[in-house]
């Protein structure tokens, strides 16, 4: 059978075309059904998605800012909620998300960081420490 998958262009691993023999390669590499869904095998592999590892390069990048671990440029890239006003409300420890005009503003990393940070579980925010990259890791591959 490996010599027949490499002559009908297969290749030396069996991980290309499986034309005529009913497997595919999440048969072949993880003994699963062809229609499994990528967000069970993300999870059972614990492989973090795309757009998570976006989201966590993003994170790391606030928690850079946090503990002054960025060049000066960065000094007033993010700023909480109390440090814009002086009332005292719930959501202090949120980051404050500024007002864009166009898309481009939308799009920015100010934006995008304070809406993935403030949608962090509360724990997470509050933390100072490095666990703050694996607890945010756990989160996304769950």
Not at 55 to 71: A, D, E
Request: charged share 25%; proline share 3%; net charge positive.
């Amino acid at each position: 059978m490996y010599l027949e998958r490499l002559s009908s262009g297969g290749t030396a691993l069996g991980l290309g075309t499986s034309k005529g023999y009913g497997y595919s390669d999440n048969t072949i590499l993880f003994n699963k059904d062809w229609l499994t869904p990528t967000k069970d095998l993300h999870r059972e592999l614990k492989i973090i998605k795309i757009e998570d590892v976006h989201k966590l390069f993003t994170l790391r990048l606030i928690h850079q800012h946090q503990t002054h671990k960025l060049p000066i440029t960065y000094k007033d890239y993010f700023k909480f909620r109390s440090e814009i006003h002086s009332r005292a409300t719930v959501n202090n420890i949120d980051l404050h998300i500024p007002k864009a005009k166009t898309n481009y503003g939308y799009n920015s990393i100010k934006q995008i960081g304070a809406k993935i940070f403030n949608q962090l579980p509360e724990g997470i925010r509050k933390a100072k420490t490095e666990k703050i990259k694996t607890s945010c890791e756990n989160l996304f591959i769950i």
